[in-house]
């Protein structure tokens, strides 16, 4: 696979990022909504596809996208520099729980490390954009509490084993959910991600549930509808 990655709007350079474009964070590029958001901060950019995703569907959002990774980080700021969004795209270098901000957002979205518990990559940078610990999770949902807007929502997509912790871990410093999005491969396959919202407020939990694959190779009517603003082949 080359290392740029041509949307319809805009290019992703994947030179030097430990991880690169992936079906996870496409779909959450596509998916995370509130209202009217002014102001969207995507925690572990990577490339800055998300962030860019995001700037592309929001036009009067201004994005930030923090990058612990310094190559990554420089990568996604000059994917954002070449971007029809620019102006309203801002990359951060730092540790999220070192980032000195007194910014409050509307949406905060991350695509983040979550192979808990599981064995480590050798590979130092991979290591660190593919493994957590639960710690951090609580260290995210304190983040979110203390940045998001009244009305504003946190949404993170992980795989459905994580569902339950995250939603206690989220509960503990007042966050709660209140949306998820179940992804399948296909129709008749087990949810292996999911998509989860949380808010300040408890409210009734709406679920919905989304299909890759129509069958083996054919992408669902659904995914390509999603997407179809963002590649070329829909």
């Known amino acids: 696979m080359g290392n740029i990655f041509q949307f319809k709007q805009f290019s992703v350079n994947q030179e030097h990022c430990a991880m690169r474009i992936n079906t996870d964070g496409v779909l959450l590029g596509a998916t995370a909504s509130t209202a009217a958001?002014?102001?969207?901060?995507?925690?572990?950019t990577g490339t800055g596809v998300i962030a860019l995703m995001l700037a592309?569907?929001?036009?009067h959002a201004q994005v930030w996208a923090v990058e612990l990774d310094g190559p990554a980080a420089q990568r996604a700021a000059l994917n954002f520099e070449a971007s029809p969004f620019a102006d309203r795209l801002y990359g951060v270098h730092s540790d999220i729980f070192h980032w000195k901000t007194d910014l409050q957002f509307d949406l905060i979205v991350s695509n983040p490390p979550f192979y808990i518990n599981s064995l480590h990559n050798p590979d130092e940078r991979r290591k660190m954009a593919k493994h957590t610990d639960v710690e951090f999770f609580t260290g995210l949902f304190?983040?979110?509490k203390a940045r998001l807007q009244q009305e504003g929502k946190m949404q993170l997509i992980v795989p459905i084993e994580l569902r339950e912790a995250l939603s206690t871990e989220a509960n503990a410093v007042g966050l709660h959910l209140v949306e998820e999005l179940q992804i399948r491969?296909?129709?008749d396959s087990e949810v292996f991600r999911t998509i989860l919202t949380f808010a300040h407020s408890p409210q009734a939990l709406r679920c919905s549930s989304f299909v890759i694959y129509q069958?083996?190779?054919v992408h669902a009517?659904?995914?390509?509808h999603l997407l179809k603003d963002f590649f070329l082949a829909f």
């Open 221 to 224: 009517e659904g995914y390509r």
């Open 142 to 144: 304190a983040f979110g």
């Open 185 to 187: 491969s296909f129709a």
């Open 56 to 59: 592309q569907r929001f036009p």
């Open 37 to 44: 958001p002014e102001r969207i901060l995507d925690i572990g």
């Open 215 to 217: 069958e083996k190779a």
